[in-house]
Nanobody, 126 residues
């Protein structure tokens, strides 16, 4: 059974950077598309980025384009989210999720995913 574990969250000042990792165990990630999502209390989970199983296709929410970069290292069974120029509105719990299908831009929709990590808190504040 696929298990996903996020790490790398923390407190960072506005304009700073963080790199989140999503490490998988129990199964290879080779056949999974991976999405990164974030959620703040009282709001729906928001898709911020996704990457195809081979890594050749990536998608980003408009709110993060140019600041976040998703990548994957299938040899390490890990997906990354490099977050630069962070803003206070990026504060949220960030989750990674996996699905064995590529839906295109729809891969930013949380309801398509059936394997989720536990989340990591990102706080952007001075």
């Amino acid at each position: 059974q696929l298990v996903l574990v996020e790490s790398g969250g923390g407190l960072v000042q506005p304009g700073g950077s963080l790199r989140l990792s999503c490490a998988a165990s129990g199964s290879t990630l080779d056949y999974y598309a991976i999405g990164w999502f974030r959620q703040v209390p009282g709001k729906e989970r928001e898709g911020v980025s996704c990457i195809s199983s081979g890594g050749s296709i990536t998608k980003y929410a408009d709110s993060v384009k140019g600041r976040l970069t998703i990548s994957r290292d299938n040899a390490k069974n890990t997906v990354y989210l490099q977050m630069n120029s962070l803003k206070p509105e990026d504060t949220a719990v960030y989750y990674c999720a996996a699905v064995r299908r590529w839906y295109g831009t729809r891969n930013l929709q949380a309801e398509l995913y059936d394997n989720w990590g536990q989340g990591t808190q990102v706080t952007v504040s001075s």
